[in-house]
């Protein structure tokens, strides 16, 4: 017998017998990390020699002009990927605090947001290796950061994406990371030859997210980056 047809006769037998039942409805799965090199990476991130392998197979090419990227979704703006931390994958939760309760220890969530929103916790940051307290009040002390930038996948592919697939990519989990406003301020759109994390610890686990993102959309590498990934992994 179907499921549906098993619930609709439960639901009949019970209001006969004049019973009540309390549903439980089972919280949706968090984003969880697994090790890969050194340090935690995001679920699904490619060990260091898959990594090796798809980093040789990436388009090399070097950037191209940023002209028509806009990254905010204000008045008159183009957001060009999408609205900022949709809930792409329909846990009834957005991609923030998804990253925020995968990366936070110690979290503690808002009432009446089915444990949704974070309003504190610690980060144990992975770019930094530094301990840091999150609070709801000081939100921005801890963005999330696109491991790959936005402004870098537009110039290495993603400016010729439909908007759908701009926005999957912006939502990424795989591809988003708390970290410090420090951090995620000094390294603002660059590429790996531009700017690694300040705890070297962190730098094979870096490179194999960057690498995993950019097989998954196809995005290509500039020489110098391809050279300063594969330095990374060499690390590992």
């Known amino acids: 017998m179907p499921r549906s047809a098993v619930l609709v006769l439960l639901a ?31 679920a699904g991130t490619l060990d260091p020699t898959a990594a090796a392998a798809a980093l040789a197979a990436l388009p090399v090419a070097e950037k191209s002009a940023l002209d ?28 923030r605090n998804d990253v925020l309760h995968r990366d936070l220890t110690g ?16 980060l144990d940051d992975p770019y930094t290796g530094a301990s840091v307290v999150f609070e709801k ?9 696109h491991v ?4 870098a996948a537009w110039v290495q592919g993603a400016a010729a994406w439909p908007v759908e697939q701009r926005q999957a990519f912006a939502n990424d989990l795989t591809n988003l990371m708390a970290t410090t406003r420090a951090e995620n301020s000094a390294k603002g759109d660059s590429t790996a030859d531009e700017w690694v994390p ?39």
């Open 148 to 151: 790959v930038p936005l402004a």
């Open 68 to 95: 028509g990227y806009e990254r905010g979704c204000g008045e008159g703006e183009g957001c060009v990927f999408g609205p900022a931390w949709a809930d792409v994958d329909r846990n009834g939760c957005d991609q």
């Open 198 to 236: 300040s705890d070297p610890g962190y730098g094979c686990s870096y490179a194999t997210v960057v690498i995993t993102v950019k097989d998954r959309y196809v995005l290509a590498v500039s020489p110098a980056e391809s050279a300063a990934l594969k330095s990374l992994l060499a690390t590992c």
């Open 137 to 145: 009040a000081e939100a921005a002390l801890v963005p999330i950061d």
């Open 107 to 122: 979290v503690q969530v808002r009432e009446g947001t089915h444990d949704c929103v974070v309003i504190a916790g610690v």
């Open 12 to 42: 009949v037998l019970l209001a006969l017998t004049g019973c009540t039942f309390e549903w439980e409805l089972e919280e949706p799965a968090q984003p969880t990390l697994t090790s890969a090199g050194q340090g935690d990476v995001p």
